[in-house]
């Protein structure tokens, strides 16, 4: 199937007589007739549900879509984008452990790695997007255990040269993590470029409608965890806490990796998505390529206008020509990137913060990439943690205005924008 038919028929279908939408199993246990059928679950010999907190039907069945959209093996939802983030990294790397990420990620994603999993023992090494692979190679340990970097940095709009990460990543025997977030695998599937992990903060536009908190990841069940077994012990020998099972060798390529997060980590920290959120979910995935391409039209429009003003001194975009990012774009991004535009104000960040009080169809919001066209200041905000040395490495300067483009008429969002800043 097509990506558009899968982002409507993929992960469920009805037998005769079943309900045509994703049934909402709203129900914590599951019942057995034994406890021996149950003892089978436990033991990761059968599968089946026994506790909402490491698996629910309604969960994996749009678990399964996102995964078939992303071109993947196997996925599971999470509570948020940024537990995803933090599973995807802590079922790999443990205390001593070490991990290269760009700098120029999303900054709750980097307070995750720099201040709570630093706390945890891991340490954690901030690169440039675009750097070269030299200095890529030169940032790796022997104890590194990832990769991980942003397709579309939130709110840098760096674009990431994927296939020089991931060769990066496989010299060094570690597999690539990648945020798939605002591209979404309508626009970028990252697997397909060398990415073995994709995460996904589902409450942007896969949701779509600021409706729903929640995240996913989704494994390529490539990476061979068993021909580099000293580094990833976690997969590659016997997991105690559940009868001595080794994930690689049980579970192989295509398995091992989310099972171990289900059982183990999700287990451990019950981060999970309640099934009605997930039912939701599943209907905004059900018009991702449909608004998609809306949004990248609306951002295009709202770009080229800013770039033509005389009150704004840069515009980040990279479907713009003279963007940094604009042959990086055309490679990944061939049919639109997102609906973000960043941009900086004249005048600097009082200027900017008066300019978005000054709109009117934009709201300011801590969000973005959802159907509401919506701004936010991230100095101020999202990144308001950073002191001015990380903030530059994050590419946030103090001017930065973030604008996501939502569904409306790109020529009232024009008009807004341009009334604000005659406001100023």
């Known amino acids: ?72 093996s196997m996925a599971m939802l999470t509570g948020s984008g940024q537990s995803a983030n933090f599973y995807a990294v802590f079922n790999i790397a443990n205390c ?17 790695f720099s201040v709570t999993m630093k706390k945890m023992g891991i340490d ?9 692979e030299e200095e890529l190679n030169a940032a790796f340990r022997p104890n590194t255990k990832a990769l991980f970097g942003e397709t579309i940095a939130n709110p840098a709009l760096t674009v990431l040269d994927i296939e020089k990460f991931a060769r990066v990543a496989h010299a060094h025997g570690v597999p ?31 949701d779509g409608h600021g409706c729903t908190v929640g995240g996913c990841i989704v494994d390529a069940g490539k990476f061979d965890w068993l021909k580099y077994a000293d580094k990833f012990p976690g997969l590659t020998t016997p997991d105690e806490s ?36 997930a039912f939701y979910l599943n209907l905004g995935l059900e018009s ?11 951002a295009q429009a709202v770009a080229e206008f800013l770039e033509s ?43 900017a913060e008066s300019f978005m009080k000054h709109l009117k169809v934009a709201a300011i919001e801590t969000h973005v990439a959802d159907a509401h066209s919506c701004c936010l200041h991230p100095a101020s905000a ?15 300067s103090p001017d930065l205005v973030r604008l996501s483009c939502g569904l409306e008429s790109a020529e009232d969002l024009i008009e807004d924008i341009a009334q604000a800043l005659e406001a100023i």
């Not at 954690?124 to 070269?132: I, K, L, N």
Request: charged letters at 20%; proline letters at 4%.
């Open 124 to 132: 954690f090494t901030f690169v440039s997007p675009d750097a070269s």
């Open 1 to 72: 199937m097509r990506i558009e038919t899968n982002c409507v028929q993929a992960g469920y279908t009805p037998g005769n007589g079943e309900p045509r939408q994703i049934p909402i199993i709203q129900s914590t246990t599951f019942k057995y007739d034994t406890s021996e059928d149950m003892g089978k679950l436990f033991d990761l010999e059968e599968n089946g549900y026994f506790y909402s907190r490491l698996q629910n039907p309604t969960c994996d069945a749009v678990a399964a879509k996102i995964c078939a959209l992303e071109g993947g």
């Open 242 to 277: 559940y009868h001595g099972v080794v994930y690689a060798e049980k579970f192989g390529l295509e398995g091992a990796f989310i099972t171990k997060a289900t059982s183990q980590l999700m287990r451990d920290f019950g981060s999970v998505q309640s099934p009605q959120n």
């Open 309 to 351: 003003s005389d009150k704004i001194s840069w515009v980040s975009y990279c479907g713009l020509k003279n963007d940094q990012y604009h042959a990086l774009a055309e490679k990944y991004l061939p049919n639109g990137s997102c609906g973000v535009v960043s941009f900086g104000v004249k005048g600097g960040r009082k200027a």
């Open 176 to 206: 690539l993590i990648v945020d798939n977030t605002f591209a979404t695998p309508i626009n970028c599937r990252p697997i397909e470029w060398g990415a073995d992990i994709v995460t996904h903060s589902t409450t942007k536009y896969m």
């Open 96 to 112: 001593g452990d070490h991990v290269v990420a760009s700098s120029t990620i999303y900054g709750g994603s980097f307070n995750l």
């Open 288 to 298: 991702l390529h449909v608004r998609m391409k809306r949004h990248c039209e609306n």
């Open 382 to 396: 999202t990144h308001r943690q950073m002191n001015d040395e990380e903030l530059v490495a994050a590419g946030v």
